[in-house]
């Protein structure tokens, strides 16, 4: 980071629906240690995957009500989740799976549907450091350690568990 008094940013994209209770608590889990890193976090600001890691940053002992992150699809606020500090209304719809992708310094994948598959897509085509939870089914477990295509030389990054996560997150946004 080129500014020392800016927080990193990571995106976490994520199941909309109702999730396993395993996928739950890794969410959570999750949310928090961005937060303990001294990160801020951001997502589509929904239910689901979403949810969960913005219930989890706020346990984080260095959570100060700033943040949690919620870019959202609607003109307006009214399914944001209940855990965040900043909601985004944008009214685009799934093109928000763009600025969820773009904003983050780093970003994981947990789980998902169609929209957590565009926006590590989307992720991948624009550099960012990508990796997903590869425990959690769906296209984080499907596209864990592959390449989408040829532009790039690394894979997505496979992360099992949360040490991982923190290991990883160390080394991409040099923390």
Do not use: Y
């Not at 589509?44 to 002992?61: D, F, I, K, L, P």
């Not at 169609?114 to 624009?126: D, K, N, P, V």
């Not at 990054?157 to 946004?173: I, K």
Request: glycine share 14%.
């Amino acid at each position: 980071m080129d500014d020392p008094t800016r927080k990193p940013l990571v995106s976490v994209f994520g199941s909309n629906g109702a999730i396993r209770e395993q996928v739950e608590q890794l969410s959570e889990g999750l949310g928090r240690l961005i937060v303990d890193l001294g990160c801020r976090l951001c997502s589509g600001g929904r239910a689901g995957v979403m949810e969960a890691v913005s219930r989890g940053a706020r346990t984080s002992h260095m959570w100060t009500g700033g943040e949690i992150i919620g870019i959202m699809p609607e003109a307006d606020a009214s399914t944001a989740n209940p855990h965040l500090d900043i909601v985004v209304p944008t009214g685009l719809g799934l093109f928000r799976n763009m600025l969820v992708a773009r904003a983050g310094d780093a970003c994981i994948g947990v789980s998902g549907g169609a929209g957590t598959l565009s926006e590590i897509a989307f992720a991948w085509q624009t550099g960012k450091p990508v990796a997903v939870m590869s425990t959690t089914g769906g296209w984080a477990g499907e596209l864990a350690g592959r390449h989408l295509d040829d532009r790039r030389d690394e894979p997505i990054e496979a992360l099992p568990d949360l040490t991982a996560a923190e290991a990883w997150l160390r080394r991409v946004l040099d923390l």
